[in-house]
């Protein structure tokens, strides 16, 4: 009988890299990779990821509704009480499990490439599905320098709003980005002083954006933002910080303690620290959609081919290329050899098919500890060879978003770049 849940694996933490070695010689350059399942315990689940609703709380009430998914993740999540491995993504070969951090330790550049293992010895970026029924609190993500002071990293991040995971738009389909132009630092000093009395009204001086699926948006550290309720597919930096500004959501309170989490104990009392934390002069851009707002790029015009490859998030940070993503569409009973510069985490969110072969299915419905078949880790030179993806449906299409580490896209287009699909 077919192993299909993943607490019936046998755990390897010894012969890594030969298992690894092993598996990408076999698939040519694919790891299988088992569902990561993180709960929130400050948010209310949007139910659009495909858990079974029997078991959205099924790390107990107390640590609060799965409401996301990670993928291809070597990162931990920052959650208090949380399990050992929990936001870790874990192989599947066989009949065994190991963690992608093991495989990523075990073979460095044979897996992520030399250029990302020598400047980082990890794989440094993860993604996920964020998924709520409503927005949550006004926030910002450290910078570097500013999370390096708790001994963490800073987190720029990504979205796009896949519309396979977005039929209902839910409570609020609305983001707050940024200030608006002209607020100034004794406003939001005063946000953070009235904590305790009710509203702190730091939305009064900000601006909602309507979410549009198929669109997405990259935000810089120190930039505010209250994500709206559409599923997010979120590229990010491997870190979990963050600053709530927020007081009140829906009428639920939001606790000084995640204000002030990432921050060194002796500031938690500061607010001129606190308030300094924000990257002033992009918070008020008055032209902050322009430099933030994404639509997709197609990467090559191969609609006759049968498939079509898309950019859905680029662009740089202060010049820098932290993530790259791509959407991929291969039309019923076609086929698509796709060539990349870099490793990347796939997730299948629409049709069958097969990846180099493997099976490649996006389930409509997975319980807690079910394995699947709609999420890889492709090796470098996996991608740079090449990855056939087959669709064997007659009438679906068959869709999978990848993401990509730190400049590894040289030629992925600038922000701004879907206005006249060229870069």
């Known amino acids: 009988m077919a192993i299909n849940s993943v607490t019936e694996l046998k755990s390897v933490e010894t012969n890594v890299q030969s298992l690894v070695e092993g598996e990408l010689s076999r698939t040519g350059g694919l790891l299988r990779l088992a569902p990561a399942w993180v709960p929130r315990s400050f948010l209310q689940p949007g139910l659009r990821i495909k858990l079974h609703p029997d078991d959205t709380y099924a790390y107990g009430l107390d640590r609060g509704?799965?409401?996301?998914?990670?993928?291809?993740?070597?990162?931990?999540?920052a959650n208090v009480g949380r399990a050992d491995d929990e936001g870790l993504s874990y192989c599947v070969v066989g009949d065994s499990k190991f963690t992608l951090r093991d495989a990523v330790d075990s073979c460095g550049a044979a897996l992520i490439g030399s250029s990302i293992w020598d400047k980082y010895g990890k794989w440094p970026v993860y993604s996920k599905f964020f998924d709520n029924m409503g927005p949550i609190p006004h926030h910002m993500h450290q910078s570097a320098e500013q999370a390096a002071l708790v001994g963490q990293e800073g987190k720029p991040e990504s979205y796009y709003f896949p519309p396979q995971h977005n039929n209902v738009g839910n409570n609020f389909p609305y983001t707050f980005m940024g200030l608006e132009p002209g607020t100034t630092k004794a406003q939001v000093r005063k946000c953070i002083e009235d904590w305790n009395k009710g509203d702190n009204g730091i939305l009064d001086l900000s601006k909602a954006y309507r979410l549009k699926p198929g669109t997405g948006w990259l935000i810089d550290p120190c930039i505010l933002h209250a994500p709206g309720s559409l599923c997010t597919y979120e590229p990010q930096?491997?870190?979990?910080?963050?600053?709530?500004?927020?007081?009140?959501?829906e009428g639920r309170e939001v606790p000084w303690s995640l204000l002030v989490k990432d921050m060194p104990e002796s500031k938690h009392q500061d607010i001129d620290f606190i308030v300094d934390q924000l990257d002033w002069d992009k918070n008020v851009d008055p032209n902050f959609k322009d430099n933030h707002y994404l639509e997709p790029v197609p990467v090559a015009d191969t609609r006759d081919e049968g498939y079509l490859d898309r950019w859905i998030v680029y662009g740089k940070v202060d010049q820098m290329q932290y993530f790259t993503a791509k959407e991929l569409t291969v039309d019923p009973g076609c086929s698509a050899l796709v060539k990349d510069s870099g490793a990347y985490g796939l997730i299948c969110v629409q049709g069958s098919g097969t990846i180099n072969g493997e099976p490649l299915v996006s389930p409509k419905m997975i319980r807690f500890h079910e394995l699947t078949e709609d999420e890889y880790f492709c090796s470098e030179e996996g991608a740079k060879k090449g990855i056939t993806f087959s669709n064997t449906s007659g009438t679906e299409p068959l869709v999978c978003l990848r993401y990509f580490g730190p400049e590894v896209n040289p030629d992925a287009p600038a922000m701004g770049a879907y206005r006249n699909n060229s870069f």
């Open 65 to 77: 509704g799965i409401d996301e998914r990670w993928f291809a993740s070597t990162t931990e999540t």
């Open 237 to 249: 930096w491997g870190s979990d910080v963050f600053g709530m500004y927020q007081n009140l959501v």
